[in-house]
T-cell receptor
Framework: DGGITQSPKYLFRKEGQNVTLSCEQN?????MYWYRQDPGQGLRLIYY???????QKGDIAEGYSVSREKKESFPLTVTSAQKNPTAFYLC???????????FGPGTRLTVL | SQQGEEDPQALSIQEGENATMNCSYK?????LQWYRQNSGRGLVHLIL?????REKHSGRLRVTLDTSKKSSSLLITASRAADTASYFC????????????FGTGTRLTIIP
């Protein structure tokens, strides 16, 4: 089946620890995105990548880092510099030349 | 930054009734999209309307776009319990489709 997967579904982290969220797609899409969603809110863009080995900051990149070493993978690291990391994180991908984004199921991160 | 603002924030209707949600945005766009999110899940693309279109239909969905007022509406006809979800509008910019800006969403509840 083609799709976009995120793991894990739930993640717990102690304050001061870095944690990496996985995002994989087998849709052969060029562009990939990370969003953060807080309760009752819309999505805010953290980072995006339009091509392998290149990525750009979104609106709320501080405290986060990404890499794009392979077309199918776009992991997000939440660093200890992110002051309020508890949120629902969504990964998405988009085929070049098209507009709609395809979303993964999300990872809910809780800082204890 | 949140470009799109939906209203109402929440809407409850009886099954079989029609549901209308509105979205306003601030800058010029190439197209506007609507997405649905079931609780705790990823977003699913519903429909896209281009800036040179005024109305578009897809099944029970009807979308309108008024670029002079920078607003769009999503109408769901003959609502079903399975339509219970949050609905978000998303806009690109007239510089390209590499990024979307999402609204704050309307939470729709269909009462059986």
């Amino acid at each position: 089946d083609g799709g976009i997967t995120q793991s894990p579904k739930y993640l717990f982290r102690k304050e001061g620890q870095n944690v990496t969220l996985s995002c994989e797609q087998n849709l052969n899409h060029d562009a990939m995105y990370w969003y953060r969603q807080d309760p009752g809110q819309g999505l805010r863009l953290i980072y995006y990548s339009q091509i392998v080995n290149d990525f750009q900051k979104g609106d709320i990149a501080e405290g986060y880092s990404v890499s794009r070493e392979k077309k199918e993978s776009f992991p997000l690291t939440v660093t200890s510099a992110q002051k309020n990391p508890t949120a629902f994180y969504l990964c998405a991908s988009r085929e070049g030349g098209r507009n709609e984004q395809f979303f993964g199921p999300g990872t809910r991160l809780t800082v204890l | 930054s949140q470009q799109g603002e939906e209203d109402p924030q929440a809407l409850s209707i009886q099954e079989g009734e029609n549901a209308t949600m509105n979205c306003s945005y601030k800058t010029s766009i190439n197209n506007l999209q609507w997405y649905r999110q079931n609780s705790g899940r990823g977003l699913v693309h519903l429909i896209l309307i281009r800036s040179n279109e005024r109305e578009k239909h897809s099944g029970r969905l009807r979308v309108t776009l008024d670029t002079s007022k920078k607003s769009s509406s999503l109408l769901i006809t003959a609502s079903r319990a399975a339509d219970t979800a949050s609905y978000f509008c998303a806009t690109d910019s007239n510089f390209g489709n590499e990024k979307l800006t999402f609204g704050t969403g309307t939470r729709l509840t269909i009462i059986p």
